[in-house]
């Protein structure tokens, strides 16, 4: 493997360090001929500046290199240059120096350095997502073991396709063997699709992301997660309103459920935000709140101090196939075809 390149390390176009000369150096530079010489009483001749064979200017679309977006994507991570740089394999000032020479390029602020933990500004939220998605393509280009068999990527936050997963895996696998169908769980409210992760996401919810084209295949209810030895456990079924005395736990990453999902004259009097699935189900089975999910949520996360009771007057759920607008993987015609033959036929 070989060393990764100092990030740090960013040469100008057409600059070249020029190296001091004492005496012993002078004999080497003959002094310039008569015809470049200027005539007395006239202006100088206009200097010319000869290329460099052995260094020729880097093209502008190189000033910005993938170590560039590397770097910055690890302060992003980590949110500490420090991190950044020991993930990376490098020294801290050199990932300093990257991030700087990126930001100077791009003429925006990317990294707001004013507190110890650093933030990303808005510009650098932006970016963020652009960055991860070209250093994926990038990184999947390379992957030899794709080349030969091009996996085709389905993301999903949680509950994947409901009850349709499984009909869906099988008859992929039965009519498609030569391209394997990955279902990836990730936690984001696009399943990594903006950033380049997937191919296509089986998504919840309106999702209102740029650069996306998504197709609603069914409709789910919802239903109220309580704990299971909890009072509301017993209940054939339950409205909103009956959640908003107690806490409401809310998956604030990928979840789809907020407070607005109740009228504004009977909100929840309490929430507590947790980043992914696992962590829901756990702060409801140790009773510290109820939450509110998509049916399937019931099938394809069982937990022993979890109850689901449906809800009567949430309204259903839209379960969506994203994907990004403009080529993209060649089976997802294919895919998007057999999604909607399994969800007909029922």
Known sequence: MSRP???????????????????????HHPAPAA?????????PAPAIHRADPDHPPAPASRAVELRHLRAF??????GNVTRAAAHLGLTQPAVSRTLAALERHLGLRLVDRSTHHLALTPEGVAFRDKAAAAVAAFDEALDTGRLRHWPLRLGHAWSAFGPYTTPLLRAWRERHPATPLELLRIDDRTAGLTRGEVDAAL???PVHAPGLVTEVLFTEGRVAAVT???PLASCTSLRLADLADGPVVLNTVSGITTPELWPPHARPAATLTVANTDDWLAAIAAGRGSGVSAASTAAIHPHPGVAYVPL???PGVPVLLAR????GHPALP???ALAREIVARG
């Open 5 to 27: 390149e100092d990030p740090g390390h960013t040469a100008s176009p057409g600059h070249h360090p020029t190296p001091a000369t004492g005496p012993a150096d002078r004999g």
């Open 312 to 314: 009567d007057d949430a």
């Open 334 to 336: 294919k895919l998007a």
């Open 35 to 43: 015809a470049d010489q200027a005539a007395p009483g006239h202006p």
């Open 324 to 327: 990004r607008d403009g080529p």
């Open 228 to 230: 299971a030895d909890g």
């Open 73 to 78: 994507l690890a302060v992003a991570e980590e």
């Open 203 to 205: 998504l919840r919810g």
